[in-house]
């Protein structure tokens, strides 16, 4: 069976006790309207609190929390978003402050102090957020669709817990239950807008015959459409100008999206009978949509299937129940893998955070959720956890971020534990070493701690996630040390990883294109969007995509469905995520051939050599962008060459890290860069003195 191990030696008592909330009749309750809003929405809501038989004397008072990620935070200024007001129908006087403010975790929190006469059972304190409505600037709701998404409100004007103190203390428990919660507190749910656009999603790679295509209308965030004026898909055909053929021969004239079907359809389609790039265009709401490419080859070694395996959900500190995300994943993302990291001091926390709940099996749940949800040749899922050692600071005032997430092949050959209770990353990978695991560094900008890196369990490194491009070397002041560092830090120190994107999203929205925030502003906004990792595998299935994962046989995009192939020939040909053992006297050139098909027209490709990615040592530039609204293929796909002349004897960079072999090497990758700004990075292709891969592959 999976095994946890509770934090309980470090974490004060008062952490670990259930907080009961404060029952109605007594202590009053709270609601609030409207009850149902639409993500993206600037709305003005009324919360409502009924004082119960216990009166609230002068010093006392309530606090309400808004939800943080994707809300206005409560402000005094009637002209800023989020403008906090309050009035009451009792014989008292209110004031209104931040209950801690010298604190960053105050900023969603408005306290309301009784500071003359008393408010007793029946009275009101009416607050309104975002002002009077047609008035007041309003409130930022979320751009994400949620259930039960809680207003945190509390009879005391300091809602923090005794134990709350540095949140990268060794002795924080991972979560904070806030005190004297009610038990009937604010609650609502957030539903996705009008569709604005549609989206249409093929695979990636296909031998031909029939693929599966999916139609979904999503509102202006991308998110499923709650409503739509126009319901009818028109006019689908291929980019060559054959119409579109489903796979029991009718032609496939157009798609009704309406009814019980929430906006979503899939159907199987055939393929055109040669092999090559394709796209699928369809009409809706009077305008053209694009899916994105196809590749069909009766001759591929491997088909792209595509995963976010980075998230947080509500059993640590993002949104979300485990059943909800991957169902999300499988079916609105059309994703073919996903994997759950909630942070590992959160699922040891027995107490459910957003609840307060006692709940001491969050493994078992998440191992059980993900056991159910893997299957063969449709959806394979990993159980999985992020382990974050914040607890370090160094002489430079910084404190390391250092991110790794593990994931297991089997649920019932798994281990959970608090990261807090082992610090140093070594005693993560000595706790593990008894389970078949994988550790996929997360760069969190470059925070990471390079020398940290094992490289049996290391075989992939996330390069983009909703913190942005992780592709950085040492950044001053921002790593923690001269060792800590972004992707590049890894590979100038040899390290063989491959590279993959995904989201790190900490609202239940897995493999969504669009960011949390678009313009940041207040606390836990992110403004970018969250990268996709591309698996190179021959089937759909936990055994061959885990092989390929260890393999590294992948690459990262920021989002799109970008295909790509990327080798070189030098002394016969090496693939993507391969290696080429030379003398380090070795003569000629190397060429790399580069195949692509993207989602928007070609802006360049960048050969990094030895990360410079400052001076590529060869770009290929799209020269004919554009000009026209017409669709060019030639624009968005093809087949490049870009090579290296210098002498390799003057590029060679050294390794000297166990366990690593003491070696000379040099790396290359490839960046494409679309026009719209997304872009896609392949995994590395080592030249090496020495055959350091099959070394670590043993």
Known sequence: MSRVVIPTELVPDEALKNQPRLPQKKWGKADITPKIVEADALEYFTITYVVGLEPIKKGEGISLHIPERGWSAPVFNKNERGYIQASTTGAAKLKYYRPRPEIPQSRHWATFEVVSGVLKNGDKITILYGGEKGK????????????????????????????????????YPGLMIFKDRFQVEPELEIIGAGAECLQLTLPTTACGGVVKLQMHLQDRCHNPASSAVDERVVNIYWDNGDGVVKSCGRKLASVQLGGKSNFRKKMDVKTPNKNGVYYLFAEWGGEKWMSNPVHISNKAEGNIYWGDLHAQGFQSDGYGYPEDYFSRARDEAALDIACLTDHSDGLCFPIMHDCNTPNDKKWENLCRITKKMN?????????????????????????????????????????????????????????????????????????????????????????????????????????????????LEFLRKGCRVGIVGSGDYHHNTPGRHFPQKEVAGFADSQTFMGGLAAIKAKKLNRKEIWGAMYDRQAYATTGVRIYLEFNMKFKGVTPMSGEKVVKPNEKGGREFSVEYALTAPLKEIQLIRNGEVDAPVDVYRNKELVKSSGFDKKQYAGKIKLADKNNLGTLWLDSSYPPILPHKFVFYYIRILQEDGEIAWSSPIWISDRDIIASLDK
């Open 136 to 171: 007041g600037p309003g409130a930022e709701v979320a751009n994400f669709p949620g259930k039960n998404i809680r207003f945190f409100m509390t009879r005391t004007t300091n809602p923090f817990p005794a134990y709350f103190g540095n949140v990268s203390a060794r002795t």
């Open 375 to 487: 299957k063969d040749d449709s959806f394979v899922t990993f159980a999985a956890m992020e382990l974050s050692s914040d607890v370090k600071h160094f002489p430079s005032g910084l404190r390391e971020r250092n991110h790794r997430n593990a994931y297991f092949y089997d649920e019932e050959d798994s281990v959970c534990f608090s990261w807090r209770d082992f610090p140093d990353t070594w005693d993560w990978y000595r706790f593990l070493k008894d389970t078949k695991y994988m550790i996929i560094p997360h760069t969190h900008e470059a925070r990471l701690d390079c020398m940290a890196h094992n490289p049996f369990a290391e075989r992939l490194i996330e390069i983009m996630s909703d913190k942005g491009s992780g592709e950085n070397k040492y950044v001053e002041g921002v790593s923690a040390t001269s060792e800590h560092g972004g992707v």
